[in-house]
Each structure stands twice: as C-alpha cells, then as structure tokens.
C-alpha cells in the first residue's frame, strides 16, 4: 500500500495506447495526492507499529514480533472471528436485500404514482442519518427484556411470552443485526436507486414485447444488469460493516460475555481499554486481510469488462 | 386488460411492502419522538410509556435556542458539503480514468485504492493525530475536510467508475473522433450522463461526513469548531445527570439539514433524468 | 447544481439562526470571563458546569463561574466539552498531552487519575492546597489523588456510592446479607415483581457495583504494586464466592435474565417507575430522580439501605466522583486550575447540584447535605472503597464484565470464567508494566 503512488505513476511512463492526452496518472493525480498527503503516512505507521510493542501510555516503542505472535494467539480471537462472520454476513444479506426491495419499490412507485415513496425512502434514510447515539438508545428501548420492553410490550398484547432480545446468548446477535440494517439499509437503497435509474429503458420495452411477465423482467433484465452494482455495493458494505460496531456498541458493549463482540469492537476495547496500540495495529491488519480476501472473491463475480 | 388487473396486483404488493418497511424504519423513530417530548419527570419512565401524559416542546425549544447548537450544525454543514465537492472533484477523474484508460493491473489499483477503507479508522487515528498535529493542520477545518476525503474516496472512487462503466464507450469514441479533447469528453458527456451515480456519490459522502465522530473528536478541540457528530454529547448529560430528552430532541433536530439537502438533491436528479430522457 | 442544495441548507440553518451573546457577557458558551483580560486558561469539563442540562444547575454554576472570575479579572477561561465515553476522551487527552496541545485544565474522571499519574501528564496540586485541606479529605479520596511522590495530582471533589434500593410495601425490612437478599427476592417475585435489579452487562457499572461484594469479604482486586491478584489464593475463593452470589440470584429467578442486559442505571428508575420491580441496587443519585419521577405517594414507599454482604458484619461500597487536574507547564495556570477547583468545585458546586463532597467538614457546612438521607449517605461512605488506582484497572473491570455476562447467563462454570478473566488481566498487566 504505501508503494501506491509508485505504478501509477510508472503506468503513465509506459505510452498510452490510445488516441488523445489519455494520461491515467494526470487524472489519478488529485486523488493520489490527497491519499498520499492526508492518508498514507498514518496507514504505513499502523504497519510499523504492528511490528512494535507500542502503547498509549509509554514514550519509547521497541520493535518485536511477540505483538504479532501474542494477538494472533490470544484464545477469545476464534470465538470474535466468529462473531464478526455471523454478524458481518447477516447484516450485508439483510442490507442488500432489503436496500434493493425498497429501491425497486421506490422506483416502481415512481412510475405508477404510488402514494408514500418519498416517505419511506426519507425514513429510511432518517435512520442512517441520525446519529449513532440515538440508535442505540432507541433499540435499547425497543428490545428492552423488562415486560414493558418495547417489543414485549407488543408480544403481550398479542398474547405471547416476552423474549429475552439481548440477554438470551442465542437470540442477542440477531437482534444486533437487525439494529444494524435499520441503520445501514439506507445507503444500499442510494447506491440500488441509483443504478436502476440507469438502466436503458429500452430493455424493458423490448421484454415487454416478448409478452415477459414482471417476474421475468426482473430476472433477466433487471438483475443482470445490476450485477455490477450489487457487486461493489457488497464490497463497500463488507468493508464498512467489518469496521463498524456502532450498533453492537450501543445495544450490547459486545455482550453479555463476549456473544456479540466482533472484530472491530474487539480491537476498540484492545486500544482503549488496554491502551495496546501495537495489538490494535496488528489486529487492524487483520482485519485488512480479510476485506481484501473477501473483496477479491467478490470481484470475481463482477462482470468482464464489456468495453471495446 | 391483462396487464392492468396485474399492474393493480403490482399496486397492492408494492404497497403492503411499503407499509412493513415504514414501520421497521419509523418504529424507532418514534421512540426517540416519544422521548423528545417528555419533561425530566417521564423521561426516567424510559420505554414503560410511549405517550407522554404531559408532553412538552420544552426540550425542542432548548435546542433551538441554543447558539452553541446551531454553530455544530454549521460545522457539520460546512465539514460535509465541502468535503463531498472535494471527494468528487478527487474521484471523478479518477473513476474516469479507471473506467476507460487500459492501465496494468487495473484491478489491482481499485483493491489497493479500497484498501485505504478496510484499515480500522478506529486504529488508524491515533497515528493520524499525530501526523496531523506535526503538520500543524489540528484545529483546522481545511485539515478535517481533506482527512474526510480521503476516508470517503475510495467509496466514491468505485461508485462512480461503476457508473461510467454503464455508459457505452462508443459515445466517448463518436465525441473523439469529432475533435472533442478528452477533458471535453469527461465533461460534456460522461459528468452530464452520470448525474444519479454523481448524486448517490455526494449524498453518500454528505452523509458519512456528517456522521462522523472520531476524526473531529481526534482533530478538533475549540467548541467553536466542533461539528454536530461530536457536539451531540454536550446534550448526552452523565450518569447522576440524565438528558436522554434534550439528546432525543437534538438527534432529531441535527437530522434535518441532512433530510433538506436529500430531498432537494431527489429533486435535481428526477430533473436531470427526464431531461435526459428527453434529449435522448 | 450545488447552488439550490446549499441555498436550501442555508436557509434551514438560518431558521435555527442564534441569539448571539452579547459581547460583555461574562459567562458565554465557550467562555468564562471577559474576551479581552489578559490570561487565558482552557478549561476541559464536562456538564458539570454552566453547561448542565438541567436549567437550575445550569444557572447555579453560571452564578458559581461568574462569581469566580470576577474575583479574577485579568482571567478568562475558554471552556472545551468532554463527550461521554471515557475511554476515548482519556486516549485523546493522552495523546494532547504528549502533542503539547492538552488543555491547561481538565475534568478527570476518578478512576482515570491512576493512568494520568502513571503518564506523568498531571502537574502538582500540593503547593496550592493547605495541608488542613488535603487531610478532611476522606481517606480513599486523599489516596486517590495522591501520586506515588507524596504530591497531590488533582482535586477529587464530588462523590458517589452504590446502595439498595427498596420498596417498602413489598419488601418492609432492609436486607442486611446476601441471604436476605435473595430470600426478599424470591418474596418479591411471588408478588408478582420481576426480582432483584442490577447492572449486569458490558458495562463499567457492572464492575463497579458488584465489586463490592467482593470487597465486603476482604478481598483485593490488585496488589500494591498494581499487579492483579483476584485470581489467586485467598482472594480467589472470595471473588468465586462474590460471582457466585450473583449467579444464584439469577438460577434461583431472585433477579430476572435481563440483568444480563441491564448497563444504564435509568433502566432501574424505569422499572421502579413501571412498578416492576422492588429491589435495585443503585447510585445514590438516584433517590432524586424517583422523587421527580414517581408520584409523592409512591416514593414514600422507597428507602434504600446499604448494600448487603456476605454476613451482616461485612459490608461495603463502591465510590467514585469527579477530579480537577491541570495539564499545563504554565505554573500561573496551574494554579489558577487549582482556584477553580477549590473556589468552584470544592464546596459550592457539591451545594448546587447535591453531588456528595469528599470532605467530612462539607457536610455540616451545607444544609443541603444536614438531611437525613445524605446523612445516611455520608454514613455509608465510611465503608466506601474507590476502584484501585492501578492502570490495569480498565482492563481487569473488561474481563470482569465479560466474565459475568458468561457467568449470568449460564453459558460457562464460573470457575473456568473466572480463570480466564484473570488470565487476561494479568497478560494485559504484562503488558502494560
């Protein structure tokens, strides 16, 4: 990563092939020099602290490989790793899936001059736009174990025990998760949104004249064409909630014991609890890791590039 | 005939979808309402009660009137729009670049370009500080604005050449060949033609620098500076000192600039499509 | 196509538009003091100050602050906010500090002094303090404050402790042991209350509030030097025995499940308020609260009583409170710092918001703090013990908090949870040693 500037730039010494000034490193310089000056010198020295013994509270950092070797075999890391895999691929299916439903009815709506589409996608986004603190309280509320709880109070009106939401280790995660989408739907609904308005409208002519029924449309028209943009929004909302812990914080602190502490909360408490700077850097690197090993499997889903 | 009855069909399912997911958004939402609304007596009722039995404006009215509150909103406001045109001026071309330039090991550069995202912020601010504080850009906006763009970069960066990616090269080609230099390409036809994905783009981005805590937090110490993401906890009161009401009204408050600038933005994008579509 | 979406921002903001403070204000939101005096102190606090959400304790403090600073004035104060979670605020002012950019003065949570002291960030109080002063403080608080120098590093003026809260209809008599405890419980229960409530999740309080059972018994949760020694010996079996009290509140249905849940002490409060519960145990801030939540002729069923122990003999409590530090290398500041503390804090703030003051001789000086319940509360603090002042604490209250959840919802033996809490204690002591 920090060799990033490098073979862009050594890309633009190879001649370009094509006609016109394409020089990719004039056009990737703006964006190379805000990484580079803003970003970079913080990213390298999470490596280099990952590779010391560096803590909040001490001056001096000595180097070692014992902070590499003592985080990575810690015993809870298994069960967090865990965690964060149940509570990672729950939230990117739930967002996804519900973030591509509300685009499509949206976007239907629009057409049909349905009544209330501007409501739902303005609550939807009031949702991820409020701040985080809130979220928390008002789940906390929701899921409440007391009878009065928010959701027990419903079951008991419909005549069903109350439900242990959060201090049930079985049950805890999903209710975290379902806090998560709440929160994190509306930016898959933009990205959906989006990318269904650029569909060519064209295509759906020409499958309404093949007598398609909406099933078909959206299973041979919509989707596919949409598959480079669930792609990178699978990507982008891997990546972010891998590093996100907003929800799990607030609702839960990562409990009770450590049923719902992922990854990223994990490390949080390593940094501000333990004041262990070098384990946070090597299990940020961890984390790194993953993402990139995930992302990669993702993009081998993304379309060929059809340019000619 | 056909058609009708199943587009009504359509209609009806559309709209009990509709209704489900409005109550899984608003049902929270009314909670913090709830909250918003209750004097100090009921706010200790917590979730027991959902209607106030004496609700009151008193907690709005605090917020409201309240200098200190309407500077955090004009940080958050200044910190967020300036960084969203800054991320797209940075991640246009890029994603220009990486959508039509052939370029060695192009994938390669997009996963090293997200890479930036995938290292714990959380972890990463602490070297950030420091470097920051080196470099004497603490205290600044210029210094959070520029540590927001390149946060939200990468994100941008893949969103849009996605975008571009959808629109058919020919069109660059025809624009070529009649003269047009490459920067005229870039603006005439592709920033024109990507107008939902630039939208989607800068709301996205609006909207992570709006929320954002910890850089600020890390960055930022005058009050006077201080955006809405870290100025929320003025009104988060401590332990012996609850003020969960003033807290609800101020999260509902500090969302609606974000609210106004979505709905004028839906606007502009439904515009420039059926421009589009007419000159199309 | 950015002009109408900033124009709309714009004209949203400018509806929220400020009454702008005067300029000869002497108390602003960011400042304390007039603009133009010559020394200048950055005063970091949190909303124990002009700035409460409570619009009485917000006036007292202003009277407080103006009073002050027209006692100096050649000084403003530019005052800085502190957000909730301590952990970060604690690693940002660490990292200030080592920049150079602290604040010159500081609220510092109780439990976070140790660290500071450790970090050597803290400038000395002693010369400013008389030495009659330092020795009214009560003993635990004149430890806290003091570095391993013999110096004073801040000023611990505010402080708290846990107690049992009750409802005297359903539970008449004070349980005065663990037994008691339980049994008022199952009592309770059987009329139909959800049973005993207490903080129980990943959540400082968790810690703090249980850890008095383990106190009670004798045992020490860290060594003089710091080094954590729960998880051995003697102390051992007592903290077992602690943890296990806990568990069989929850397996015989004394408490409910929830606890496990339950890291928010307003939590207590609503359920006192929904009327399910009879017994919490609490801080003793709480008392205020219900008496402005519940109606008159409910709180006239709630008393609290000191925390029970295992026999009627072993008793104790956790304490802790806020301190004012000073950062600066400016001794004029530093000393200034310590006016605010002793001018402001000590004394007069307790009055304005009926925080407990950390020395006996406050009590009999406010007649806030002469009535009979913070009498009792002044009484109850004799048995008082503050979290130790070692900068593994943090971590050893983390594992604590895990260990329990495990422990309260049955998912592991408590001996094994235990172990393993103390296994990482003491890698997080290797550490940080």
Not at chain 3, 218 to 237: I, R, S
Request: overall charge neutral; charged content about 15%.
């Amino acid at each position: 990563m920090t060799a990033a500037a490098t073979p862009v730039a050594s890309a633009s010494a190879s001649p370009a092939k094509e006609s016109g000034q394409a020089r990719p490193a004039l056009w990737l310089l703006p964006l190379i020099l805000v990484l580079g000056l803003f970003y970079l010198y913080p990213v390298f020295d999470v490596f280099r602290y990952a590779f010391t013994d560096i803590t909040l509270l001490g001056k001096g950092e000595t180097y070692t490989f014992a902070s590499i070797v003592k985080t990575l075999t810690r015993p809870e890391l298994a069960e967090i790793l865990w965690v964060t895999f149940v509570f990672t691929g729950a939230s990117v299916l739930g967002q996804q899936v519900l973030g591509l439903a509300v685009a499509l009815v949206v976007v239907r709506g629009e057409q049909r001059r349905l009544f209330g589409t501007t409501i739902l996608r303005t609550t939807a986004l009031i949702a991820w736009v409020v701040p985080g603190v809130a979220g928390g309280i008002v789940w906390k509320m929701l899921f409440n174990g007391a009878p009065f709880g928010g959701l027990n109070s419903v079951l008991r009106l419909i005549g069903l025990a109350p439900v242990q939401w959060l201090s049930d280790p079985d049950t805890v995660m999903w209710s975290v998760v379902v806090a998560n989408v709440w929160r994190g739907t509306a930016f898959s609904m933009v990205v959906m949104y989006a990318a269904l308005k650029a569909i060519d409208p064209v295509l759906y002519e020409a499958a309404n004249v093949d007598g398609a029924n909406p099933w078909q449309r959206f299973w041979y028209v919509t989707l596919p064409q949409l598959r480079a943009a669930i792609m990178v929004n699978l990507i982008l909302i891997t990546i972010q909630t891998l590093n996100t812990f907003d929800a799990v914080i607030s609702l839960t602190g990562g409990g009770p014991g450590r049923a719902t502490e992922v990854l990223s909360l994990y490390t949080f408490n390593t940094v501000f609890r333990n004041y262990d700077l070098a384990a946070g850097s090597v299990l940020s690197l961890l984390m790194l890791a993953i993402s990139m090993g995930l992302a990669l499997i993702y993009a081998k889903f993304l379309p060929k590039e059809s340019r000619s | 005939m056909k058609s009708v009855t199943q587009a009504r069909i359509g209609d009806i399912f559309s709209y009990l979808f509709m209704a489900v997911m409005m109550l899984f958004f608003a049902w929270p939402l009314i909670w913090l309402l709830s909250l918003a609304l209750r004097s100090r007596k009921e706010i200790y009722l917590g979730v027991a009660r959902l209607i106030p039995h004496e609700p009151t404006l008193a907690n709005f009215q605090a917020i409201l009137s309240s200098s200190q509150f309407a500077s955090y909103l004009i940080n958050a406001l200044k910190l967020s729009t300036l960084s969203a045109i800054g991320c797209l001026i940075v991640a246009l071309p890029a994603a220009y670049a990486f959508s039509r330039f052939p370029m060695k090991g192009k994938g390669a550069w997009m996963m090293g370009l997200l890479s930036f995202q995938m290292i714990s912020p959380l972890v990463i601010m602490i070297p950030l500080y420091r470097y920051m504080a080196s470099i004497q850009m603490t205290e600044s906006h210029i210094g959070v604005t520029m540590v927001y763009i390149a946060l939200a970069v990468p994100t941008a960066t893949w969103i849009l050449k996605g975008f571009i990616d959808g629109i058919p090269a020919s069109l660059d080609e025809a624009a070529l060949i009649d003269g047009c230099s490459r920067f005229g390409v870039f603006w005439r036809i592709i920033v024109p033609l990507s107008t939902p994905g630039i939208a989607s783009a800068f709301i996205i981005t609006v909207i992570a620098g709006w929320s954002q805590f910890l850089v600020p937090f890390l960055l930022i110490t005058k009050d006077q500076l201080m955006p809405i993401g870290v100025g929320i906890f003025q009104y988060a009161g401590t332990q012996n000192d609850s003020s969960l009401q003033v807290l609800a009204a101020a999260c509902l408050v500090s969302v609606v600039p974000a609210i106004v600038a979505f709905l004028s933005l839906q606007r502009l994008i439904l515009g420039a499509m059926t421009a589009g579509a007419v000159k199309g | 196509m950015l002009k109408l979406f900033a124009g709309a921002l714009a004209a949203g903001v400018a509806l929220l538009a400020p009454l702008v403070a005067s300029a000869d204000d002497l108390v602003t939101n960011n400042r304390i003091g007039l603009s133009n005096a010559p020394n200048k102190l950055v005063f970091r606090m949190t909303t124990d100050g002009p700035a409460n959400n409570m619009p009485e304790t917000a006036e007292g403090y202003k009277k407080l602050f103006e009073d002050f600073i027209k006692k100096h004035p050649d000084w403003q104060i530019e005052t800085q906010l502190m957000t909730g979670d301590i952990g970060q605020e604690q690693a940002r002012m660490l990292e200030q500090a080592k920049s150079g950019s602290a604040p010159d003065c500081a609220a510092v949570d109780s439990f976070v002094l140790p660290l500071f002291k450790k970090a050597g960030v803290l400038k000395s109080f002693s010369p400013y303090f008389k030495k009659e002063e330092v020795e009214q403080l009560f003993p635990f608080i004149r430890e806290g404050v003091t570095g391993s120098d013999g110096q004073i590093y801040a000023w611990w003026w505010s402080t708290d402790l846990r107690v049992l809260y009750r409802n005297k209809d359903i539970v008449p008599d004070a349980p005065q042991t663990w037994d008691d405890l339980k049994k008022a419980g199952l009592a309770s229960v059987k009329k139909g209350m959800e049973g005993i409530l207490f903080n129980g999740s990943r959540y400082e309080g968790t810690t703090f509030d249980w850890v008095a059972n383990f106190w009670a018994q004798g045992g020490d949760l860290v060594d003089k030097d710091g080094k954590p020694v729960f998880g051995e010996g003697d102390n051992k079996a007592k903290f077992v025995k602690a943890v296990n009290f806990y568990r069989d509140l929850v397996e015989s249905g004394a408490a409910p499940k929830r606890v496990a849940t339950i890291g928010n002490y307003d939590d207590f409060n609503a359920a006192a308020a929904a009327g399910t519960t009879a017994l919490f145990v609490g801080g003793n801030w709480q008392l205020g609260q219900l008496k402005s939540t519940l109606d008159a002729s409910e709180f006239a069923k709630w008393t609290f009583s000191p925390l029970p122990g295992p026999t009627q003999g072993e008793r104790s409590t956790g304490t802790g409170g806020w301190t004012v530090a000073s950062f600066s290398s400016d001794a004029k500041k530093v000393a200034f710092c310590a006016d605010i503390a002793r001018e402001v804090y000590m004394g007069p703030a307790n009055e304005v918001q009926g925080q407990l003051p950390t020395r006996a001789d406050l009590y009999g000086k406010y007649k806030v703090f002469s009535s009979p319940e913070n009498k009792a509360f002044g009484e109850a603090l004799q048995k008082g013990r503050a979290r130790p002042g070692a900068p593994v604490y943090p971590e050893i209250s983390n594992q604590i908090q895990i260990m329990m959840g495990k422990v309260l919802t049955g998912a592991e033996a408590t001996d094994k949870a235990v172990d393993e809490a103390f296994a990482a204690s003491m890698a997080a002591y290797q550490r940080l040693k």
